[in-house]
């Protein structure tokens, strides 16, 4: 089993610029999440799905949209990237009998 | 509003002390605390805890909840190099969120 993978592990965009962040889990789990995380500010949750064919906001959820492609799929996408942006992106995907969250390996986002 | 708290945010000790880290909370509809450990990259799952007073141990590291006066420790003896790190503490809500302190840095000295 990989866990949670992410795509890609590093990228550079100019403001203004669009990306999406890909993330996968093969755990069968039915809750997925993205965090940015800040120097001195924790996890703070951008988006999270409950299950397939579900999206909720988090605390931190303007600039930024999601697709729940599927259950193994949840994507996050930038549509015009701004320099407040640049963090490190984690995905995420819950094992409900426990409440453990399982994390992908990050991606690091500079927005220049 | 919801809130973890993590104390202190950093310690520096040296190696083969014991320390304790703390995590306190008010977050409506608990349902479990976790305790993650943070090195350069993911955030990796330590310990689960729902019911007050049950000690969780793996290795050196123990944990235990309070949740009358509502917090958690974290335990870790005879530390080594390779425990320093970030832990994180995080409340799970009956919501599917977890809501999740600013962590604590540990730093080990040999």
């Known amino acids: 089993n990989a866990g949670v993978t992410q795509t890609p592990k590093f990228q550079v965009l100019k403001t203004g610029q669009s990306m999406t962040l890909q993330c996968a889990q093969d755990?069968?789990?039915?809750?997925m999440y993205w965090y940015r995380q800040d120097p001195g500010m924790g996890l703070r949750l951008i988006y999270y799905?409950?299950?397939?064919?579900?999206?909720d906001k988090g605390e931190v959820p303007n600039g930024y949209n999601v697709s729940r492609l599927n259950k193994r799929e949840f994507s996050l996408r930038l549509e015009s990237a701004a320099p407040s942006q640049t963090s490190v992106y984690f995905c995420?995907?819950?094992?409900?009998?426990?409440?453990?969250?399982?994390f992908g390996p990050g991606t690091r986002l500079t927005v220049l | 509003e919801d809130k973890v708290v993590q104390s202190p945010l950093s310690l520096v000790v040296h190696e083969g002390d014991t320390v304790t880290l703390n995590c306190s909370y008010e977050?409506?509809?608990?349902?479990?605390l976790l305790w993650y450990k943070q090195e350069k990259k993911a955030p990796t799952f330590l310990f689960m805890l729902?019911?007050s007073g049950i000690e969780k141990k793996s290795g050196r590291l123990s944990s235990i909840l309070d949740k009358k006066e509502l917090f958690s420790i974290l335990n870790i003896t005879a530390t080594q190099t390779g425990d320093s790190a970030i832990y994180l503490c995080?409340?799970?809500?009956?919501?599917?969120?977890?809501?999740w302190g600013a962590g604590t840095k540990l730093i080990i000295k040999p």
């Open positions: 799905s409950a299950s397939e064919g579900t999206t």
């Open positions: 995420a995907s819950r094992d409900i009998s426990t409440d453990t969250q399982y």
């Open positions: 995080a409340v799970g809500r009956s919501n599917y969120q977890l809501i």
């Open positions: 977050v409506t509809n608990f349902r479990s």
């Open positions: 729902t019911s």
């Open positions: 755990m069968n789990h039915n809750s």
